[in-house]
């Protein structure tokens, strides 16, 4: 069982840039594809990014393409999401989540994803 851990959320002003980090451990987590989610107060959790087991193959929300970048280490279990020209939407939660099934995409759905992260807010302002 892999466990996650994010950090680098914050306050940042629109049109700033910030770069969250998953951090994981146990598990195998070469071996998993890997998400980014977000859920702001009153709104469902949505898709944000999404990572192959190996780091070759991304996928983006619509809102986010071309703004976000998803990237992974290996060797050192970690995963992060750069952040560029952030929107002043308000606070987010963002979460990284885990898909160890065997085969497959990568989920855009939760429902795809076992293991979660507590989740690292961002505060967007204007």
């Known amino acids: 069982q892999v466990q996650l851990v994010e950090s680098g959320g914050g306050l940042v002003q629109a049109g700033g840039s910030v770069r969250l980090s998953c951090a994981a451990s146990?598990?195998?987590?070469?071996?998993?594809?890997m998400g980014w989610f977000r859920q702001a107060p009153g709104k469902e959790r949505e898709f944000v990014a999404g990572?192959?087991?190996?780091?070759?193959?991304?996928r983006y929300s619509d809102s986010v393409k071309g703004r976000f970048t998803i990237s992974r280490d290996n060797a050192n279990k970690m995963m992060y999401l750069r952040m560029n020209i952030l929107k002043a939407e308000g606070p987010a939660v963002y979460y990284c989540?885990?898909?160890?099934?065997?085969?497959?995409?990568?989920?855009?759905?939760?429902?795809?994803?076992?293991?979660w992260g507590r989740g690292t807010q961002v505060t967007v302002s204007s």
């Open positions: 990572i192959s087991s190996s780091g070759i193959t991304t």
């Open positions: 146990g598990g195998t987590f070469s071996g998993y594809r």
């Open positions: 989540a885990a898909d160890a099934r065997l085969g497959g995409g990568i989920s855009v759905r939760d429902l795809g994803y076992a293991y």
